[in-house]
């Protein structure tokens, strides 16, 4: 094995400087058009096969000296309709977009990984897809797949890495089968009779209406689903009125339905008819009527047990004798599902928290920052999990 750590020491700044350009430059999915060229360009100068998929996705394939099989390493490449707060040097320019959830470092990582992994294509026995995704934020991993990347040459496994706050900086999250919820985005619009505040008797307000599904909706999860089941029903975003005394017309309401089943499909189907069932009961005693659509976005995520043990191996191999795996599961969906669904993948957690440089703000928090040390880890982890499962 050659030096990694070295390798990798000597690419340190580069691999910050690439995060932090990705940062500035944040995109919303599938509008990654400067992420992507940066990416492609990167790539083609280590000589590998560059191909464009699903309008902004980017798979460099890495051909291995002797035949063998084909492993998948993925990071997506979307940013978040977030207004940055934090002071950072770097902070995003494009005005009310911002990387807040680690995937300007999760690209760097992979692209640090691939130069690495080219300069060593002579040691490598098999293929490496390294995938740029797109859109991850609303799952964008199944257009892929759709236009084949698992394809040409055929993806035996697949990695995926998440660098996440939530965990110590320093340790690894890492579980076998379920790992994150499967997750359904829904919009409802509550549909009333606008009139005059002094008049509520002449209107049928859809404000009040809306509050009262709001508030019903948590009885679903602690009233009618076993306990032990993992769900959330969660309200992002409300949006109804035009003046302080007029009573709207309509209400328009978003959010999210997250949960970790067991049998997922049956139980989804008996959870959408719930929530459809409270909807339409509450609008019909109250006089309103409604409009629902559900937006299927990932099922859940979860390991392959035959793969996590490339991961440990990895993470010893990675921090030694300061090595720290911690089980590790959460609500949160990521469409690495997708490939988790059609082939063997382990998906995992570097940590990230570090309360010293504020870097423990949630994901999707404006204040959100990466400990910007752990990610040489992100490339050795890479780098050292997909040749423990090529060779």
């Keep these: 094995m050659f030096d990694l750590k070295e390798e990798i020491k000597a690419l340190e700044i580069e691999l910050i400087k690439l995060r932090r350009d990705f940062h500035m430059y944040p995109e919303l999915g599938y509008q990654e058009f400067r992420t992507s060229k940066i990416i492609k360009e990167y790539l083609r100068k280590l000589g590998l096969e560059v191909s464009t998929v699903a309008k902004t996705g980017v798979v460099g394939l890495l051909k291995g000296k002797t035949a063998g099989k084909t492993v998948m390493l993925r990071a997506d490449i979307d ?101 994150m919820a499967a997750n359904e985005e829904f919009e409802l619009t509550v549909i009333g009779r606008a009139g005059h505040t002094s008049a509520p008797h002449t209107a049928v307000d859809p404000v009040l209406v809306a509050s009262n599904i709001i508030q019903s909706l948590q009885s679903i999860q602690t009233r009618e689903i076993d306990p032990l089941l993992p769900i959330t029903i969660m309200i992002g ?72 043990h490339y991961i440990e191996k990895a993470a010893h191999e990675t921090f030694g004798e300061k090595c720290r795996i911690v089980s590790y599961r959460c609500m949160a969906g990521e469409d690495f599902a997708e490939f988790s669904q059609r082939v063997p993948s382990a998906f995992y957690f570097i940590g990230i928290g570090n309360e ?12 959100f920052d990466i400990d910007e040390d752990t990610l040489k880890y992100g490339v050795e982890m890479h780098i050292r999990s997909v040749l423990n499962y090529l060779d």
């Design 79 to 179: 940013a978040l309709p977030q207004e940055e707060k934090t002071n950072l040097p770097f902070k995003s320019r494009n005005p009310g977009i911002m990387h807040a959830c680690g995937h300007d470092g999760h690209t760097a990582m992979l692209l640090v990984a691939a130069k690495i992994l080219a300069i060593h294509r002579e040691d490598i026995k098999g293929n490496i897809k390294f995938v740029f995704q797109p859109n991850e934020e609303e799952a964008g991993a199944l257009n892929m797949i759709e236009e084949g990347i698992l394809d040409n040459p055929k993806v035996d496994a697949a990695f995926g890495i998440h660098l996440w706050t939530p965990i110590e900086s320093g340790s690894v999250g890492l579980v076998g089968g379920p790992v």
């Design 237 to 308: 975003k409300i949006n109804g009125g035009r003046g302080r005394n007029i009573i709207s017309e309509k209400v328009e309401i978003g959010g999210t339905i997250r949960f970790l089943f067991e049998n997922e499909e049956e139980d989804k189907i008996i959870l959408l008819y719930k929530i459809e069932r409270l909807i339409k009961g509450i609008c019909y005693g109250m006089g309103a009527d409604y409009e629902l659509k559900y937006i299927p976005s990932n099922p859940a995520l979860k390991n392959d047990y035959s793969m996590i």
């Design 356 to 367: 010293e440089k504020k870097t423990n703000y949630p994901h999707h928090h404006p204040m």
